[in-house]
């Protein structure tokens, strides 16, 4: 596409027109041209037309034609792109509106006196919200402007001559937004500056002009449809005080952006996007020269929007920065946080930027309002050269392309996935009515024998009666008739998954109870099928998995795109991430608690995806776990000392050390944290200050919020124990650990390292670890103290089962770790290599490399301690609290380790 300058066409009649009328207009437009159009350039501008003694409506309305004329000349003649025309337009009526308002404020105080809120004895002023693409920062050049006036408190004015006449705040500010709307839109001899739109102000055209806050409040609460959350995205004050301002943004922003992932915001936007297309097709039946809407037809500037806007109202909740009002920003946002992809919002921008420029080439004909193609082939051609084509027919195959492109995302997004389900062949149309209609279970249990579920009879009794239970009952109808068609869609899903189907089904309907009040949620399974068939087949796989789920069903959402589900995790930009996030809500400790639990429990998810599908390995797995809990501990450290008041430096002198399974980097889904806080500051507040700084980050790990915990948290393994102080200083730690630790203690002392923190004292820690591993040890006495500690543990575990228990019987992971650790602690003064933490299995095999132990035993333990951490792994996934198995299955593995043991401590 090339651009064709103005001056070769007969580009802008309104153009033409206006220059003509006035031989200077020419001149003004050139050297306005070469300025950068802001708020200062117009107030300038202004000045001159008013010192040359025109009145302000009328220097405004020049101003605006001057504006529209230079910004028509850059446009056309390649100078200026769609972000220059946009920026300008909306700053042209920020300043309109502002610079209006003042002057129709000053006169009616002058008439009226000066309104005070009632309350607070405040002198009140009004809010003009900018709603649409004012709002958005995106106007157009011949774009009405749509308005909402707001003014804090009900009260009246204060009156301060005997000619004054009060009156009540709220018909003041009514008066107040009749004058000026009249200022804005009336038409003189020199045009209007803006048509002003009230309609989507509360209860519309019959609603008040002018609302209090209050007012505002009832009516978002109490009538708002979901229609106007679309609408109060936009909503951008353009006047007031800031303090009033955010006191109006916290009743805004609860009615627009719920605390949950709010599905439910595609179904209503389909349905109010049908109603637009319904009417767009009834008026191109009436008008068919009048065809190709650039702005509301399909694939149209609206349904970009929509895209953009879709996943603003179901994320913005949660995360601010999805709150953003510009479109092209918002779709920027979208791709950053992968929630579109970077190539598509790419392509999505391209047809923005070139709906748009033909929607300013259409306005530009004659400065008139409209969004459709002309009718005449004459002024169609000329669009078509303002738009860089040769003809007509170039400029239609190109919009066809754009339109094509918009609407197939449209509709990726917003394809009735109900509908679909519903002419599913799989599915049984009988169903439906015989949960909904009767107690008929031998027609359900039938439907499920031709599906091979076992235990059919007592599967339909389960569903009949999950069905009828109060609970489900009392839904409103339309969750009801979403619940129906999820179970539809499910149990063909299920007979293609799994083999135990029952209890899969019985899982499922447990988490279909559980999030059948939240209507956000049903709508997520019914608009995305494949988040439902892949709850299905993570629950028939792992009943750890059904609670989590149950518990936590926000994690639908992380179930969505197989992008994020499947990738490898980016542990710097996850921490970068929930610093960001902790940023964005400081002083709410709640939220900021809730941030860490919901990227705790988004991450978990993403790792029992690929986990359940076999990408993971159990030490892969326990990596992770390990990394990430790593990573909360250290945004939550720095996230609680910014909260403390008394805070003596920027960066606390502070560190978590991590022992038993963190330590050894072997955590679990469902582990805790065993650590132990270290300090090194000489400032006498410090002892204090840190202790607090610990005692709150147990709080903030262990506290039950909405969204659940983070991790238990045990403490015990700190100097003195239960005894001792809750933080210690780095000396006081190291003398303890020379001089007064139990034998256990340095066993522990194998699997602990730093964790989160100040390094420098991390370095420290660490060694202080080594040089005391490397002691000389009596063996003798060593072996005795390892062999009271080992019986004290088997005695407080005992198995009164025919099952092996692998981690504490005789032969199983207990027995592994303490010869690890019996090894550690009498070999490292000789070998300083077996202080590195690098877990079981290796120093297994380096106790073996280095002639400790038999080398060909030594590497069939650690295969025997690997394959029982996978098998305590897999039990676990299916809910039990007690890794236990058939002694048969792992008699080899107890053979070896107890033939190691023997070696080891006979």
């Known amino acids: ?99 209006h308002l003042a002057a129709v404020m000053a006169d009616m105080v002058a008439i009226h006196g000066t309104p005070v809120g009632a309350e607070s004895g405040e002198t009140q002023e009004m809010i003009v919200l900018g709603m649409g693409k004012l709002g958005g920062g995106e106007l157009n050049v011949s774009s009405d402007i749509d308005l909402i006036f707001v003014y804090p408190e009900d009260g009246e004015t204060v009156t301060t001559t005997p000619e004054q006449r009060q009156l009540s705040n709220h018909e003041f500010f009514t008066r107040l937004g009749k004058k000026l709307i009249a200022a804005l839109s009336e038409i003189t001899e020199d045009g209007f500056t803006f048509r002003v739109d009230m309609a989507l102000r509360p209860n519309g055209v019959s609603g008040p002009l002018a609302a209090s806050f209050g007012m505002v409040e009832e009516y978002l609460i ?24 955010a006191a109006l943004e916290q009743i805004i922003r609860p009615f627009v952006y719920r605390r949950y992932l709010d599905y439910g915001s595609i179904d209503a936007i389909r349905n109010m996007h049908a109603q637009i297309r319904a009417e767009v097709t009834r008026q191109e039946a009436r008008h068919p020269d009048r065809s190709n809407n650039v702005k509301l037809g399909r694939g149209g500037i609206r349904e970009i929007e929509f895209l953009a806007q879709v996943f603003q109202l179901i994320r913005g909740g949660r995360d601010a920065a999805l709150r953003d009002r510009s479109t092209r920003r918002t779709l920027r946002i979208l791709a950053e946080k992968q929630l579109f992809k970077p190539e598509v919002v790419e392509q999505l921008l391209h047809a923005y930027t070139f709906l748009r420029n033909l929607e300013h080439r259409l306005q530009y004909l004659d400065d008139a309002q409209t969004h459709t193609l002309p009718a005449n082939e004459a002024d169609r051609l000329i669009v078509a050269q303002m738009m860089g084509y040769n003809d007509v027919a170039s400029l239609l195959a190109a919009l066809e392309e754009q339109r094509k492109l918009v609407a197939t995302q449209f509709d990726e997004i917003f394809s009735d996935k109900a509908s679909d389900t519903a002419t599913d062949e799989n599915v049984d149309a009988e169903l439906s009515a015989v949960l909904s209609d009767s107690d008929n279970a031998e027609a359900i249990e039938t439907y499920l024998t031709t599906l091979s579920f076992d235990h059919a009879a007592d599967a339909a009794q389960r569903l009949l009666s999950t069905w009828h239970s109060p ?154 776990l390990s990394e990430l809990a790593d990573k909360l501990v250290a945004e939550t450290i720095h996230a609680i000392w910014k909260t403390l008041p008394t805070r003596h430096r920027e960066e606390p002198k502070f560190s978590v050390i991590a022992y038993g399974k963190l330590g050894g980097k072997e955590l679990g889904y469902a582990s805790d944290l065993d650590v132990i806080f270290l300090y090194d500051d000489d400032d006498q507040e410090a002892p204090g200050l840190y202790a607090k700084l610990a005692q709150r ?54 699997r602990a390292r730093f964790c989160a923190g100040d390094a420098d004292i991390g370095a420290r820690f660490e060694a202080i670890r080594v040089k005391v591993l490397r002691q000389t040890r009596d063996p003798v006495k060593l072996k005795g103290d390892v062999l009271d500690m080992r019986k004290k543990l088997h005695d407080a575990h005992p198995n009164r089962t025919d099952l092996f228990d692998l981690k504490h019987d005789n032969g199983g992971m207990i027995d592994i770790e303490f010869i690890v650790q019996f090894l550690v602690l009498r070999d490292s003064a000789q070998h300083a290599q077996l202080t590195g933490d690098i877990g079981n299995i290796a120093l297994l095999k380096l106790c073996g490399e280095l002639g400790l132990i038999d080398q060909t035993l030594s590497g069939k333990v650690a295969d025997a301690y690997r394959t029982f951490r996978k098998m305590q792994h897999q039990i676990r996934l299916q809910g039990a609290e007690r890794a236990r198995v058939e002694t048969e299955r792992v008699a080899e593995e107890i053979a070896n380790v107890e033939a190691l043991w023997s070696a080891v401590f006979s």
């Open 1 to 99: 596409m090339t651009n064709i300058p103005l001056t070769q066409v007969a580009a802008s009649r309104f153009y033409t027109r206006w220059i003509n009328a006035d031989e200077s207009r020419a001149q003004k437009v050139a050297e306005v041209g070469k300025l950068s159009l802001n708020p200062e350039v117009f107030a300038r501008i202004l000045q001159n037309e008013t010192d040359g003694g025109a009145s302000l409506p009328a220097a405004m309305r020049r101003l605006r034609n001057l504006v529209i004329a230079t910004l028509i000349r850059r446009d056309l003649s390649g100078q200026a792109d769609l972000a220059e025309v946009v920026d300008t337009m909306t700053a042209f009526g920020d300043f309109a509106v502002q610079r």
């Open 222 to 245: 109490v009538q708002g449809r979901e229609w106007e959350r679309y609408a109060w995205v936009k909503a951008r004050a353009l006047t007031g005080k800031p303090a009033d301002i």
């Open 471 to 624: 609970r489900l009952q009392s839904l409103p109808e339309a969750s009801r008739n979403k619940l129906v068609a999820l179970v539809n869609a499910s149990l063909p899903i299920i007979a293609k998954v799994t083999e135990t189907r029952s209890l899969a089904l019985n899982r499922l309907l447990n988490f279909f109870e559980a999030i059948a009040r939240r209507a956000a949620y049903l709508a997520l399974l019914t608009e995305y099928p494949h988040a439902l068939e892949r709850v299905i087949r993570m629950i028939a796989a792992s009943d750890w998995a059904a609670q989590y789920l149950t518990r936590h069903p926000i994690l639908l959402d992380e179930l969505l795109d197989d992008r994020t589900l499947k990738a490898a995790p980016d542990w710097n930009a996850f921490a970068r991430d929930c610093r960001q996030r902790l940023n964005e809500t400081p002083g709410d400790t709640e939220r900021q608690m809730d941030v860490l639990r919901e990227m705790h429990h988004a991450q978990l998810i993403r790792l029992l995806a690929q986990d359940l599908v076999g990408d993971l390995s159990v030490e892969r797995l326990a990596d992770h």
């Open 697 to 750: 980050f147990i709080t903030w790990m262990t506290a039950h919020t909405p969204a659940g915990i983070l991790f238990d948290v045990d403490i015990a393994l700190r100097p003195d124990g239960a005894s001792g102080l809750l933080v210690s200083t780095v000396s006081s730690f190291e003398k303890y650990q020379t001089t007064s630790a139990w034998p256990w203690e340095h066993q522990a002392l194998t």
